[in-house]
């Protein structure tokens, strides 16, 4: 009964907080699975795998849900986001093909480490001036926020592969779904206004999570008893969340999570060490 609370809390939360900010939730859902799973055996059967090819699945309801939110109001950049998506899936296959090679303590530090990278993007990405490198009129895409703001960005498909391929093998690799990644890209150097940043991300996460959990079913890295928990609990806090994004500042959130993640990639760390 506790494991299951347990899994309605972290489904709920996790779901919450990814669909406002853009991050889809892997990025607590894996850590805190494998915390709650191998430190303190209140999950039984959970090792670094199970914890990423499990979180994968949930991504999936987590991004279509918060997806068919956005695309209600018009925050998804479908043209773009298939764009995106030609480098995205097949390196979340690699990276999930890739996760067998991962160990406890290899996994406490390189997910330790890059939850350190992501707190501190997400710190500074309000602070950084979009990077202006793509001018071409033929790739050029205007939209016209709800206070009347223009926003003019580009999408050139060859950059666009190479950096989401990237993007794609450290989704697969530790289960989180791309977003903690791919909203900040589109933000800094496509030049994204932020809702539609946010949409669209969610949508790339829903593409990959299903990518990616192709290799991880394949390799037996699913415990689905949990899933089933974890999947409903996700479905109604990602409808949550997106209601939140469309009605509040997201800022307050941003702060909170990046915090916390940046204290967890610390405690990560010293765990692979020690």
Do not use: C
């Not at 223009?150 to 666009?160: E, K, L, S």
């Not at 890295?221 to 409903?232: D, E, G, M």
Request: charged residues 10%.
């Amino acid at each position: 009964m506790l494991s299951i609370l347990l899994l309605i809390l972290i489904g709920a939360l996790s779901a919450i907080l990814g669909s406002i900010v853009g991050i889809g939730g892997g990025i607590i859902i894996v850590p805190t699975m494998v915390y709650f799973g191998v430190e303190h055996h209140l999950l039984t059967g959970i090792t670094p795998q199970i914890a990423i090819g499990t979180s994968s699945i949930i991504l999936i309801v987590t991004g279509l849900t918060s997806t068919l939110g956005y695309m209600k109001s018009k925050q998804v950049d479908i043209k773009n986001g298939y764009i995106f998506l030609i480098g995205l899936l097949p390196g979340s296959l690699v990276g999930s093909l890739l996760s067998r090679y991962l160990t406890l303590d290899s996994f406490n530090l390189y997910f330790g480490i890059f939850l350190i990278f992501v707190s501190i993007i997400l710190m500074v990405r309000y602070y950084i001036k979009p990077i202006s490198l793509f001018e071409k009129k033929k790739y050029e895409r205007t939209y016209i926020a709800n206070d009347g703001t223009t926003y003019h960005y580009h999408v050139p498909p060859v950059f666009a592969f190479f950096a989401t391929f990237g993007i794609g093998i450290l989704t697969g690799l530790f289960g989180i779904g791309g977003g903690a990644l791919m909203t900040p890209l589109m933000l800094i150097v496509f030049r994204f206004p932020p809702h539609v940043a946010v949409g669209t991300s969610m949508m790339m996460i829903f593409f990959s999570s299903v990518m990616s959990s192709i290799g991880h079913i394949f390799q037996g890295h699913v415990a689905w008893h949990y899933a089933i928990v974890l999947v409903i609990s996700s479905y109604f806090g990602a409808k949550l969340g997106v209601k939140i994004n469309q009605s509040i500042q997201s800022n307050t959130v941003v702060v909170l999570l990046r915090t916390v993640m940046l204290l967890m990639g610390i405690y990560l760390i010293i765990k692979s060490i020690l």
